[in-house]
């Protein structure tokens, strides 16, 4: 979720910044752009889709989430030049350590799903499962490796959708945003002058 909404600020962030310069909004050429699509589509069937999530056996999805991942390592990787890259590598090996650690899942801890969920007694809740056909899995704090980066950090109050992100979601969240503020590398320094010089000429 917080990667999702990075991406629509730095989306904006970016069009509204090539309006102010009215510069066309353009972008570099990254390598291995398939990857993203081969990571993300599998996801989307074994977690966000309700009527196929229902037919992966979980073994089956936890791969499709380490492997979606790697995806991901290698893309960020090749493209490391790329404004924003360095944060999306960083957060997604951070994920990717926290998931491998705890059986190919996301783990969230008891007391952060308390707090999302204040309304359901923790007998509620598949202890040592999946909520749902999510990508995490509920444990005690003291049952997950790498508790730092897991899932611990709820959204506020006041945003409609009860949430949670890890420091791997919120570096993955910077570097989006500043790759699609950014996305031909340039300072909005380097591009006034640009203009302004072409338009000496």
Do not use: C
Not at 149 to 159: I, K, V, Y
């Amino acid at each position: 979720m917080i990667l999702l909404l990075a991406v629509a600020a730095g989306l904006t962030a970016g069009l509204l910044r090539s309006w102010a310069v009215r510069q066309p909004y353009q972008t570099r050429d990254l390598n291995l752009v398939w990857l993203v699509f081969a990571a993300v589509l599998p996801q989307m069937v074994a977690f966000h889709l309700p009527h196929t999530a229902a037919l992966i056996p979980d073994q089956v999805a936890s791969w499709i989430l380490v492997l979606s991942q790697l995806g991901l390592l290698i893309f960020s990787a090749v493209n490391l030049k790329r404004p924003g890259f360095w944060l999306l590598l960083s957060g997604i090996t951070l994920n990717l350590i926290v998931i491998t650690a705890n059986g190919g899942w996301m783990p969230i801890s008891t007391e952060t799903v308390q707090v999302l969920h204040p309304e359901h007694p923790l007998s509620a809740w598949n202890l040592g499962g999946r909520p749902g056909h999510s990508k995490n899995i509920l444990l005690f704090q003291d049952q997950i490796r790498f508790y730092l980066l897991a899932d611990r950090f709820p959204f506020p109050d006041w945003f409609p959708w009860p949430r949670a992100f890890s420091i791997g979601d919120a570096l993955l969240a910077a570097g989006a945003f500043i790759l699609l503020w950014k996305p031909d590398g340039k300072s909005l320094i380097e591009i006034i002058n640009t203009t302004e010089i072409s338009r000496e000429n």
